[in-house]
């Protein structure tokens, strides 16, 4: 029986910045897999690295050492321009305290990056309705303006 691919892999992956001229160790032979499908949260006390991963995880950051496989493409072979068309044709990040539209539907708030991918409205609204019910926002709560 073969083994379904995880969502994300993450080998041996470390993030050092300088700061100060001084290295800071983010992230240190981090290692893990992430099914289809699946939850994850990812929590720590300020500064043990959540952030960090989030951005490699995302492809806001690239690691410094380490491989980073997100739906079956390994990101960390891609130049920078490629990773910021992959993150934005595949990944969807959402930060904390990230506002949206006043006025508008959570479908129309996911809909919106779609549209500056050249996507026709319908198909915007498609896709964002059936992301954000995946993302268990039941169809009646989707439509309210925020």
């Known amino acids: 029986m073969s083994e379904v691919a995880p969502a994300v892999a993450l080998d041996a992956v470390h993030k050092t910045y300088q700061r100060g001229g001084q290295p800071v160790h983010a992230l240190r032979d981090v290692s893990l897999r992430l099914p289809r499908g699946s939850y994850t949260a990812v929590v720590g006390p300020r500064g043990c690295g959540a952030s960090t991963l989030l951005a490699v995880l995302g492809c806001l950051a690239a690691p410094t050492s380490g491989r980073v496989v997100v739906d079956g493409t390994d990101v960390t072979q891609l130049d920078p321009t490629a990773r910021t068309d ?35 409205g319908r198909q915007r609204r498609r896709r964002a309705t059936t992301a954000l019910e995946r993302a268990g926002l039941p169809a009646s709560h989707a439509t309210r303006p925020a």
């Open 86 to 120: 992959f993150r934005a044709e595949t990944i969807g990040v959402v930060f904390p305290g990230t506002t949206v539209l006043p006025r508008r539907s959570a479908v129309e708030n996911a809909a919106l990056p779609l549209l500056f991918q050249g996507v026709p």
